[in-house]
């Protein structure tokens, strides 16, 4: 039986606990609405992009067709682009974009394929360092800043174009939490290079659409935008989405403090009150020995 | 008859009616969209979208570049960055004129992509100095 003393320390520090675990959860909570209002914020711009994207894609073919839309020409190296959470407490969010990254890496690589990691965010790299830390580059860390720009995804796609333009790597797939619901986060692989053409009905009666200057020029400078606006896209899904997690598992973390402190209140009050009978007995027998 | 414009920014969506027409900066110079226009898909340079109703000229914003696609009864602006004229701030404007040049001082000027890019980048910023005042 463990002594009152050392009953009413753990009761005390459980509860500290469940202070701390329900404040963040009220933390990402308010973090999640701001992420979600973003993300929301964000959608329109990439879908008329999209539109865009599918009318020009058609009206360009053969060799003169830029890398970003058609790839290399090559499957060989692949680049991977796992985007997590730089902070943890967020349930299995982190480790199951980790966990699906080497399974991709492992299938690629059992093809014969080259596998290259560019992690954005600090936990998924801490995890693929594990295992894969041969094939990871660079990595990208948004550790300690309030929230991610548009800047921020325009960067990480220059870097990407970059590698494709010197032939460096010929898929490029992005790995991310898509935010479905509060509770649940998809992890999903989307492909980024070569581009994902939508299939869109033409917007002119006939197919025809006048592009100024022309079509390559147009091109050039529309398909780096698209591979921004998709690592944007990721980006903030993965933001929505970590701190829908958090918020889940600090809800559960809270509940459960509050169990066990149910359980040591119950074990403390037996505890008293056993003592205070034993007391009892002690001073009655004492008396009836007299 | 009405032209219904869409301002987009990848932040968010700015502006999004109907109006009679609207005057887009397009790189090879200004291009008024109204009902009924060829379908067209244009690159834009920093300037000023006009817009126009009855006759007017009413709101302006400050593009920093970006792609319109005009139909018939449509003109989608994908804008890079994009302000109304009112809001424009100087110092930001300044800053990225700054930046600009100092972009165009260390640009590789043989290689025609970059100068391009940091061409288009210096004369979108003098023009936001221009309007910023």
Redesign the interface.
Known sequence: MPSLKSLRLRINSVKSTQKITSAMKMVAASKLRRAQL?AE??R??AE??E??LG??ATSVTGSSAPKLLVGTGRDQIHLLLPVTADRGLAGAFNTNIGRLTRNIARRLEAEGKTVRIMPIGRKGRDYLRRELASRIGEDVSFAGRKSI??AD?EAIAQRIAAMVEAGEVDVVTVVYNRFHSVLSQIPTETRLVPAPVPETAS??AGG??????NEE??L???LP?NL??QV?RALLESAAGENGARMTAMDNATRNAGDMIKRLTLNYNRARQANITRELIEIISGAEAL | MPVTLEIVSPAKLLLSREVDMVVVPSAEGDLAAQENHAPMIVLLRGGVITVYDGGKAGDQFFVAGGFAEITGDRCTVLADQAVPVAELSRDAARARLDDAEKGWENADKQDIAVRDAALDRLLSAREEVRLAG
Do not use: D, F, H, S
Not at chain 1, 208 to 213: L, T
């Open positions: 973003q914020a964000a329109p711009y008329r992009m539109r865009m009318t020009l720009g548009y995804a917007v002119a025809y659409v006048e592009v100024e200057p020029e147009v050039a400078k529309l935008q921004a606006v944007y």
